[in-house]
T-cell receptor
Framework: GENVEQHPSTLSVQEGDSAVIKCTYS??????FPWYKQELGKRPQLIID?????GEKKDQRIAVTLNKTAKHFSLHITETQPEDSAVYFC????????????FGGGTRVLVKP | DTEVTQTPKHLVMGMTNKKSLKCEQH?????MYWYKQKAKKPPELMFV???????INESVPSRFSPECPNSSLLNLHLHALQPEDSALYLC???????????????FGPGTRLTVL
């Protein structure tokens, strides 16, 4: 089955700096890659996603890049703010797996003011 | 209503108890999910219902029994649980049926379960 690895497991950045989280996946058939943010004690929420026919997608301070050949994708957060502090999960899915998402292990991001 | 709701927020039960977790959505979504999340870990898929039919069971022990009475409701019946089953149980929903794997999954706030 699909395996998604996520790095780093923890990331501490100064407010205003950028944060980058990387994920690699094993199944070349995977073609949908969402990112979820989970604040402490809260539910996971989708923040951005990318499909395999696109190499990059941006939404304000957040961007995701995808390298299908290397089977990795990354989340970029620019101008980090304290409210960006949370756990971020990447995930992958493919059509043959139905609605199943395979999650990475998560990255705990701490933005220091 | 654009949220997934779950009750109760917290649940403490003994290993001989029977309890149920409830999930509700009124977004017209036809796929609903149960996930288990241990501390500092990602959500782990347990079950998927599509059009009120069980479509995915991730080899979950029979002490967990899902039920989808209608398109808006999802239950998880618990019986004879073990202490290692203590976790946050998350419900989610998404718009489409099986094979719409790019639909956004919307999560509920979860039920924090403690098994004594």
């Amino acid at each position: 089955g699909e395996n998604v690895e996520q790095h780093p497991s923890t990331l501490s950045v100064q407010e205003g700096d950028s944060a980058v989280i990387k994920c690699t996946y094993s199944d070349s058939a995977s073609n949908y890659f969402p990112w979820y943010k989970q604040e402490l004690g809260k539910r996971p929420q989708l923040i951005i996603d990318i499909r395999s026919n696109v190499g990059e997608k941006k939404d304000q301070r957040i961007a995701v890049t995808l390298n299908k050949t290397a089977k990795h994708f990354s989340l970029h957060i620019t101008e980090t703010q304290p409210e960006d502090s949370a756990v971020y999960f990447c995930a992958a899915s493919k059509e043959a797996a139905g609605n199943k998402l395979t999650f990475g292990g998560g990255t705990r991001v701490l933005v220091k003011p | 209503d654009t949220e997934v709701t779950q009750t109760p927020k917290h649940l403490v039960m003994g290993m001989t108890n029977k309890k149920s977790l409830k999930c509700e959505q009124h977004m017209g979504h036809r796929a609903m999910y149960w996930y288990k999340q241990k501390a500092k870990k990602p959500p782990e898929l347990m079950f998927v219902y599509s059009y009120e039919k069980l479509s995915i069971n991730e080899s979950v022990p029979s002490r967990f029994s899902p039920e989808c009475p209608n398109s808006s409701l999802l239950n998880l019946h618990l019986h004879a649980l073990q202490p290692e089953d203590s976790a946050l149980y998350l419900c989610a929903s998404s718009q489409g049926a099986l094979a719409t794997h790019t639909d956004t999954q919307y999560f509920g706030p979860g039920t924090r379960l403690t098994v004594l």
